[in-house]
């Protein structure tokens, strides 16, 4: 069992940084891979990034692409997600999720946080 909560979310002006932070709780973190999805309102659920569970193998959506980096730190059982040169199209509530093996999509994740809200303003 993983329990995943997500901190760090907020208000920015376009162009600015934020970094997400995801606090799991459980022994088996360090196998998972975790990932990090976003939803804006009206739209559905969308991958983000994701991160294998030895943090070799990472992979982003191609609208965030060279802007948001995803790591992890194993020994403190937290991921990461470093946003910068944000963009207003980037607001939306984003999840950090887990599961073995690395996807892109939602429904193949076990695990999933309550969602921090991140707006980016013009």
């Known amino acids: 069992q993983v329990r995943l909560v997500e901190t760090g979310g907020g208000l920015v002006q376009a162009g600015g940084s934020l970094r997400l932070s995801c606090a799991a709780s459980?022994?088996?973190?360090?196998?998972?891979?975790m990932a990090w999805f976003r939803q804006a309102p009206g739209k559905e659920r969308e991958f983000v990034a994701v991160?294998?569970?030895?943090?070799?193998?990472?992979a982003y959506a191609d609208s965030v692409k060279g802007r948001f980096t995803i790591s992890r730190d194993n020994a403190k059982n937290t991921q990461y997600l470093q946003m910068s040169n944000l963009k207003p199209e980037d607001t939306a509530v984003y999840y950090c999720?887990?599961?073995?093996?690395?996807?892109?999509?939602?429904?193949?994740?076990?695990?999933w946080g309550q969602g921090t809200q991140v707006t980016v303003s013009s």
């Open positions: 999720a887990a599961r073995q093996g690395t996807s892109h999509s939602t429904a193949d994740y076990d695990y």
């Open positions: 459980g022994r088996t973190f360090r196998t998972y891979s």
């Open positions: 991160i294998s569970w030895l943090g070799g193998t990472t």
